[in-house]
Structure formats: C-alpha cells, structure tokens
C-alpha cells in the first residue's frame, strides 16, 4: 500500500519489558476509550436480546437466522449462571440476557482492537488507526449493539478477525492452510450466529489480491478459506436441520423463510438509504418523518422544511463524510484497491437491504470492517485532500457527540423512568395473569420489558404486554383475532384485561409514533372502531393510561361472536 511501509509480524521488538509496555499502548488506549464510551452510555434499542433469552431458557433452538447464537448462548450463560445470579437476580431469562450481552461487549472490546491493529498493519500509521477505531466505536449501531444481547457485533468481530487474518498475514514462508483455517473459522462463526452476514464473505475472502495485488499464494488462500467456512457451515446448518425436522427442500424453505419472523415489505431505496445513515449517527426522528411526509399522513402532516430543520441534517451530513472519504481514496492507484473492495462489500449488503427490511440499523454492520478500514486508509493516504480529511475527522466528532447525547446514561434514565411513571398507576391492580395491551410494538410499555431488561419491574415479571399491531408484518391482517383469543384466555385464567386509553383517542399523537399509510392495512379509525361497541372499565394513569377491559357479558358475547367469524 501506498501510505508507508508495510508492517511485517517478528519487526517488534518485546525484548524488554519496556518494549512489550511500548507495543502494547495503543491497545491499551482503545481498551480503555471502549470501557469509558460504554460506561456512560447505555443501548436505546435492545432488539430481540429478550426474544434470545427466552428461546434458550425454553430450549428452543430453531431459528435459522441466528442459530449458532442460542447454542452459544446456552452454553455460556450456564458457565456463567453462578456470577451472573449474583448481579442480575435469579429470573433465567435476565441472567441469560446479561450472558448474551456480556458476549457482545465483549467481542465488541475485540472489534476495536482488531480494527486499529488492521488499520496499523495496512497503512504503517498510528494515528489512522486510532481515529479508524475510534469512529467504529462512537458509531449509532455498534456502540448499541455491542451493548445487547444481539448476535450482530459478536459476528462482527469474527468477520473482523477473517478480514484482519486475510489483509495481513502474507507471509510466503508460512502454510496457506494456516492462514485459511483460522479465517475460515472466524468467518464461519459469523455467518452462524447472523447468516446475514454472507453477504460480506465475498469481499472479506478477496481482501487479500485487492488490498496487495493477486497472487497464486492469495488466491489459493482465498479458496481455502472459503472451504473451511463452507464445510463448517455445511456440518452445522446440515445438524441443525436434521434436529428440527428438515427433511426435504421444502422443508429446508420453510426453515429459512420462518427466519423473517412474519416481516413483509420494509424495502426499497428511500428507506434504505435512511438506514445507512442512522446506522452511523442518529438521525431523531427522521424515519417516521419522511414516510409520514410521503404518505401524507392526515393526522399529523410534515412538511418537507419541517424534515430539514429537524433531522435531516445528520442524514446528509454522513453522506458528505461518505463522499469526502471515496473521493480521497480515489485519488492514488492503492485507495482505488481499498474503494473497490468496499464496492465489492457494498453491492451485496445494500442490494440486499433495498429488497429486505433497509431500515434497519444492524443491516449495515456487515460494511463496518470494510468501511472503518477504508476510513481509516483514506486519512493516511498522502495523496487525500488535507481539507476532506479533516472534514471526515470533523464528522466522528460530531458523530460520536450526537450518539452519545441519545445513549447517555442519563438520557436513558428519563426514558425508563417515563414509562415506569406509566405503570407505576396499574402495578398494584395488575393479577398474575393479567395482560396490558398496547396499540402497537412502538409504545414504551410494550417495549419496556425488551428495552429495559434488568429494571425491577421485569426481574419480578409483573408485567405481561401484548400489542395489537406491528407494522410491515403478517399481524397486521390478523390483529383483531389475536386480540379475541388473548382476551379470552387471560379472563379464563382468571386475570384482567387492561387496554391502553389510546384506542379511545379519534386522533394519534405525533409521539406514538404512528404513521396512516393508505398503502397499510391497518388504519388508525380501525382500532378506535373496533373498541367502540366494547364496554370499558376506569381509567388509570391519567389521559395515556389504561382502561378495564371487563369480562361482561356484553364483550364475551362480542368476542365469542368475533371468534365465530
């Protein structure tokens, strides 16, 4: 590579302890920089660690997408049962759910010192490297994720660890195979615990001949690799099929399909290029803002000034650090070496997100390794322009300031504590099996227990919340009779039904976050009039609390008559 010498493994020097305390600084200032970024911080968004923890509790290892994760998860969160117990309590699932998220921040610790040291090892520079790690850390979906109990940063950093195997190690009088079983088994880890991540397998396998020329050796390196990954896979998907009854291609579709979890739609450029964006640096509420500008939502219209004013401006601020950053590397023969690999890593993943739920910020993982080397590369180079590189440092700063004013402890803090004044009215009245009902998976009581796992309210599991409707998934064509069935089955069991007073609101609030899509098939008057002809207990909690769903004879006699048709 163009930037400086190449750095070559045996050129250190740990013949000293002061040598080995030299050599070891720079990880030890990221190391330290992570503990510090993720100590103050805490993940606005959980995902399904809650959807793991309760999947390994039951024993249910059947999800194609993540499957190596539950196995991985079980088997760590009994190892690590007796410490665990100690910090979280004795509920199973939490304890399960602090294990996941243990693995995550600390594989996490692993990305970012992998990313400096490859960024080292490519451009022979330092400071490149800290700022490459450093703005991987400080970005929107790692610095959440590696927070969670998702599989996403831990396969990451084993797509990270192939990539660093594969980029680096070109020693011509070392065995190929050494280098492929290594890269082979971290890339296998990181399709198997999100298989998603096959789509970055290409550009990390090619990494090599694109980084420094094609070479018998690179190449052969490259098949290798791809064998061992292929293999792994092959035995591990291979068992796992034949244990949850696979047992013809039909079967093996139906397997892989079930992994979308009943998500429909969610595609397209517009929202993919939203969630590129906010997968670096957060954007408020952007999203919901341009698909109610472009739906015309008529309960609470946007205009497209109101848009810029309020978020967009992040938005386009990342694409101009994107931009700045390909027209550096463009710029010599090796940045067109690094900005073709990174195509390479692009095309698919974005490809993919275009045809498949783009929005979502997790998606974009599968580019960091690429992305953050390319950065990184594009600051060392000396023939970027000195005014775009410091305008691509200018952005991490802003980056990681925004992110960090969403994930503040603090801020966080006031949003838990707002959904506990919420439930803090019902708790007394709620029976061990009554069931609180949300009008959809946006509103914070519902997401309490998946965003605030550890809060005492869920430890004691008081709190059981179902919601009507959940946007861009196959529920929203059956809402009405999941409603019934629950309703029924909680009164049968002697609990009560609590229905949140927004079914009684002829108009929804900008802050509930939905969004009138003519195109959906669900709309707001829907849910209003299906509640109508019920009758309703007291309110509690004030106007956004919760009404009595009695079981009178009129609503069994309603929701028997619902359940014949």
Not at 359 to 386: D, N, T
Not at 461 to 478: F, K, M, N, S
């Amino acid at each position: 590579m163009g930037v400086g010498p190449p750095l070559r493994f045996g050129q250190r020097d740990f013949s000293t302890p002061a040598a080995r305390i030299l050599a070891l600084r720079p990880s030890l200032v990221i190391a330290a920089s992570y503990v510090l970024l993720t100590a103050v911080t805490v993940p606005f968004f959980m995902g399904d660690t809650i959807g793991y923890a309760d999947a390994i509790a039951d024993r249910r290892f059947t999800d194609f997408g993540h499957y190596a994760w539950y196995w991985l998860g079980y088997v760590f969160s009994e190892l690590l049962m007796p410490v665990s117990r100690m910090v979280v309590g004795q509920s199973l699932v939490v304890n399960i759910a602090f294990s996941l998220i243990v693995l995550s921040w600390l594989t996490g610790l692993m990305s970012v010192l992998l990313m400096r040291s490859l960024v080292f090892r490519i451009t022979g520079r330092q400071r490149p490297a800290y700022l490459a790690s450093l703005a991987l850390m400080g970005s929107q979906a790692f610095l959440n994720f590696t927070q969670s109990g998702c599989s996403y940063t831990f396969g990451m950093s084993f797509l990270l660890a192939g990539l660093w195997i594969l980029a680096t190690r070109d020693d011509p009088d070392q065995s190929t195979w050494r280098d492929a079983l290594f890269a082979g088994s971290a890339m296998f880890v990181a399709v198997a615990v999100w298989f998603t991540y096959v789509f970055s397998i290409p550009a990390v396998l090619l990494a090599g001949p694109a980084l420094h020329g094609f070479s018998v050796r690179r190449l052969t390196t490259a098949v290798q690799t791809g064998i061992v990954m292929s293999l792994l896979l092959l035995a591990t998907f291979g068992a796992g099929a034949y244990a949850n009854g696979v047992r013809s291609v039909e079967d093996a579709r139906q397997w892989v399909a079930d992994a979308s979890h009943g998500v429909r739609g969610m595609n397209g450029v517009p929202r993919t290029m939203l969630g590129l964006g906010r997968s670096f640096i957060d954007t408020g509420n952007v999203g919901p803002m341009v698909k109610a500008y472009l739906a015309r939502d008529p309960y609470n219209p946007v205009s497209a000034i109101e848009i810029v004013r309020n978020s967009l401006w992040t938005l386009a601020l990342f694409y101009a650090f994107a931009a700045a950053m390909v027209v550096n590397l463009a710029r010599s023969k090796d940045g067109r070496r690094v900005l073709a690999l990174l195509a390479l890593n692009a095309v698919p993943v974005i490809g993919f997100a275009i045809l498949w739920q783009g929005g979502a910020i997790e998606r974009y993982l599968l580019l960091y390794p690429i992305f953050f080397l390319a950065f990184g590369y594009s600051l060392a180079s000396r023939s970027s322009f000195a005014v775009l590189r410091y305008a691509s440092i200018a952005f991490v700063v802003i980056m990681m300031a925004v992110n960090l004013g969403v994930m503040a402890t603090p801020v966080q803090a006031a949003r838990q504590q707002a959904v506990v004044d919420r439930i803090t009215p019902l708790q007394p009245l709620l029976k061990t099996e009554s069931l609180v009902v949300a009008v959809t998976q946006l509103d914070e009581v519902w997401a309490f227990t998946w965003t605030f796992p550890f809060n005492r309210i869920n430890a004691d599991h008081a709190l059981r919340v179902h919601h009507l409707i959940e946007p861009g998934t196959t529920q929203d064509l059956t809402w009405r009779a999941v409603f019934v069935k629950q309703a029924l089955a909680t009164w049968a069991r002697g609990g009560d039904v609590w229905v949140s007073n927004r079914v009684r609101n002829e108009r929804p609030q900008r802050a509930w976050k939905w969004i009138e899509d003519d195109a959906a098939e669900v709309s707001w008057s829907d849910v209003t009039a299906f509640f109508a002809p019920f009758d309703m207990g007291p309110l509690v909690g004030g106007q956004d609390g919760f009404l009595m769903f009695p079981p009178s004879e009129h609503n069994r006699a309603r929701l028997n008559e619902l359940l014949a048709h």
